[in-house]
Structures are given as structure tokens and as C-alpha cells.
């Protein structure tokens, strides 16, 4: 009974604790797409504040391989608990802060400054976030196990989704769009407070990982483990840099960039855009959920390779159904690609950590991560969106598909050789 207990509060530690660090970054994500460009920039054009808005986006991406290396290297030093109790406590101190900001109106570029101060604060919180919560979840999973673990934390991308979404979506339906620009939009960000408390409550009840207190009775933790990594596991490192780029750029082009250009461009109602996306979302979890069973049954590489080929299709479709002019049809597009997203995001819980032994594993998996996001996720919403008033909507799909492409050959790289969550040496699968 009481293990059972113990399994429950880790899972729900790993979903509470992404679910909070997504709810915070998406709410950013939304209200960069939707108000921070005249509320924090000055006015050129509208074209122009957007692109501020989502550069803005973008800083947390820079940040984040700093907030993996400062957290990967207490994590594998001192343990996975603390560390992830640190990371929350950042990620969600600077995204209530960003509550109280004054606008472009009130202080000048003070005003921007301090949003783009903050939202790097949210990128060092986040960078260690994930790798944390994934290590908890698979380092107590029991043999056969590891994937449908690893999908906990996985599943806090929807539920953190769905919560800032849902958030916006009553504000929008209950304010004028005055009062939402006004004061309304900094709701979400104050709530953010109450979620992370709720977070450190689940996360502070834990008891350290089994496949860390095994590592530091073999030895004692590396000194320096970034230094590790990169002279024994870079190859890897760069395997699993490449094998991310996939997730984050499906996620951006289909939550961030649709609504921000769905919204502006092609005329779409707001209200309605944001309630396709959550309707859509659901296929995201539904994907990680099957993605999960799948890569127990099977191995989490060859069902990130099938999620690769779907992000391919979704980007051919993107245009056709986007751009259509139909809401539907443009349903149809947003709850494909999330579809495809939940395929390869799911399994990174369980092949992330595979890649690496136990005394070097946060470090190691939150390098790939993070920088990978760099790469597939921190200018994507700018790229996208000069790519479609350039050269159209089609570019934007074949942009897609090359971080789809881009994530095969690192899939490849890869290998089939893993670590398993509780050994120092490698096993094949």
C-alpha cells in the first residue's frame, strides 16, 4: 500500500509540476500572440510589435541551456528533489512578476526590458524543469514500465495547455476586449502563484530517486558533470539535441504561430481560434498516452520516427487546411499536427534519459532538450511568420517538415543502444 502510494504522489508530482512550468510558458505564449506586442512595444506597426512580442518569446528559448547546465548540475550532484523544487520556484516566481509589469505606455523601454528580464528568468526555471520530472518519473518505474512513466510529465503539457487556454478563453468571453487589454490579461500570470504553491506541496513530500542513490553508493557524483558529458557522451548529446527539434517546432507552428497569424492575417475570430486549439490539444494528449503504451510495447525511438513522418504529413496539410479561410478546415490542421506532436514528444520521457548513465543523466538530458528547443522552437514563431507574409503559407509547412527531418537523422544517430533507468552500462534493446 504504501508503495503504491509512494508510485501515485511521483507521477503526480512529475504531471503537477510540468503541468504548472507549461500553464506559465503558455500563457506567455498566448498573450505575446495576442496583447504584449502594443502593450510592451513601441507602435511602428502592427506587423512589427508582433515580431517584438514573439522575439520576446524566443529569450526563454537562449536561456534555457543555461537554466539545464545550472540545474543539471546540481541535479546530478545533489539529487533530483531539490533541484526541481528550485526550478519551480523560479519559473513560477517570474511569470507571477510578470503580473505587475508597467506597459510601453506607462515607463517606456523600461517596460520591455523587465518583460524580457522576467521571461529569461521563466527559460533558466524552465530548463531544468522537465529534465527533473522525467528522471523522476523513469527512475522509479518498474522494468517494462519506463515509457508509460515517462508520459506523466509528458501529459503537463496538455493539462498545462489546456488550463492557459481555458484561462484566456473565459477572460475573452467574460471582459470587453478593453478590459482585457487593460488589466485582464494579467490574471493568468497572478494565478500562477497559487499553481506553483500547489506544486511545491506534491514536490515536497518526495523521497530522493532510486537510480540516484544506487549511482552515489557506486561513486561518488562527478565534479563537474557538464564536463562529463560532453567528453564521454557528446555524441549522444547531439543525437538527442537533433531528435527534439521535431516536438518543438510542431508545438510552435501549431499553437503560438496559428493563432498570432490565424488571428491577424487570415482573419479568424479569436475567440473561436482558441477554442479549436483546445479541442485540438486533446489529440496531443491522446497521442502521448497511445505514444507511451506503444513505446513499452515496442521502443520509444521507432515511435518517435512514426510521430516524425505524421509532423511530415501535418506540414503538407498545412496550407491547404490553414489558409483556407475555414475554420474548420483549420480544425482539422491544428488537430493533426498535435496529433503528430503527442507522438514525438510522448516517448522523450523514456528515450531522453536512456541516452545517459545515472551520474551524468540531468545534465546530459537537459542539454539536449533545451538546446534543442533552441533550435526547433525559439525563433520558430518568427521565422514562420516571415516565411508566410514572404512566400506563403506552403513554406511554413515545408518548415515543419524539415525539423521533422531534421529529428530523423538524429533518431537514427541515436542507435538502439540505451541506458537503462536503474544501470551505469549500456544494454540493447
Known amino acids: ?37 502594443p502593450l510592451f512595444f513601441p507602435a511602428t506597426s502592427a506587423s512589427a510589435q508582433l515580431l517584438s512580442s514573439y522575439a520576446s518569446f524566443g529569450l526563454a528559448f537562449l536561456a534555457r541551456p543555461l537554466g539545464g547546465a545550472l540545474f543539471g548540475h546540481f541535479g546530478d550532484r545533489i539529487g533530483r528533489k531539490s533541484t526541481l523544487v528550485a526550478s519551480l520556484l523560479l519559473m513560477g516566481l517570474s511569470t507571477a512578476a510578470i503580473a505587475f509589469l508597467p506597459t510601453y505606455a506607462m515607463v517606456g523601454w523600461m517596460a520591455p526590458a523587465l518583460l524580457c528580464l522576467l521571461r529569461v528568468g521563466q527559460g533558466i526555471g524552465l530548463g531544468g524543469e522537465w529534465s527533473g520530472a522525467a528522471l523522476l518519473a523513469v527512475e522509479n518505474a518498474p522494468p517494462g514500465w519506463r ?163 505524421g509532423a511530415i504529413v501535418a506540414g503538407a496539410l498545412l496550407a491547404p487546411l490553414l489558409g483556407s479561410g475555414s475554420m474548420m478546415h483549420a480544425s482539422v490542421f491544428l488537430a493533426l499536427a498535435l496529433l503528430a506532436m503527442g507522438f514525438v514528444y510522448g516517448p522523450l520521457g523514456a528515450w531522453l534519459p536512456g541516452l545517459f548513465p545515472p551520474q551524468v543523466r540531468y545534465t546530459g538530458t537537459s542539454l539536449a532538450f533545451n538546446i534543442g528547443g533552441i533550435i526547433g522552437g525559439g525563433l520558430t514563431p518568427i521565422l514562420a511568420k516571415l516565411l508566410a507574409d514572404r512566400f506563403g503559407l506552403a513554406t511554413v509547412g515545408a518548415y515543419m517538415a524539415g525539423a521533422a527531418a531534421v529529428s530523423i537523422v538524429g533518431l537514427l544517430l541515436a542507435g538502439r543502444a540505451t541506458y537503462d533507468a536503474g544501470r551505469t552500462a549500456p544494454i540493447e534493446m
Open 147 to 309: 515509457a508509460r512513466f515517462g508520459m506523466a510529465p509528458q501529459l503537463g503539457a496538455p493539462v498545462g495547455f489546456l488550463a492557459a487556454n481555458g484561462f484566456f478563453l473565459i477572460l475573452g468571453a467574460t471582459l470587453t476586449p478593453g478590459q482585457f487589454k487593460d488589466w485582464g490579461w494579467r490574471i493568468p500570470f497572478l494565478a500562477s502563484a497559487l499553481l506553483v504553491g500547489l506544486g511545491l506541496w506534491v514536490r515536497l513530500k518526495l523521497t530522493e530517486t532510486a537510480a540516484f542513490a544506487a549511482a552515489l553508493e557506486e561513486a561518488p557524483p562527478p565534479r563537474v558533470p557538464i564536463a562529463d558529458v560532453l567528453r564521454d557522451h557528446l555524441g549522444r548529446t547531439l543525437a538527442g539535441i537533433l531528435g527534439v527539434v521535431c516536438c518543438f517546432a510542431v508545438y510552435y507552428i501549431a499553437t503560438a504561430f496559428a493563432l498570432g497569424y490565424g488571428t491577424t492575417k487570415l482573419g479568424y475570430a479569436k475567440q473561436a481560434f482558441l477554442e479549436a486549439q483546445l479541442v485540438a490539444i486533446l489529440f496531443m494528449a491522446v497521442g502521448i498516452v497511445l505514444a507511451g503504451w506503444l513505446s513499452d510495447a515496442l521502443d520509444p525511438r521507432r515511435v518517435l520516427i512514426w510521430g516524425c513522418i
Open 1 to 37: 500500500m504504501g508503495g503504491t502510494r509512494q508510485t501515485g504522489r511521483i507521477l503526480l508530482a512529475s504531471l503537477v509540476g510540468t503541468s504548472v512550468e507549461f500553464y506559465d510558458f503558455y500563457i506567455y505564449a498566448t498573450a505575446a500572440s495576442l496583447v504584449f506586442g
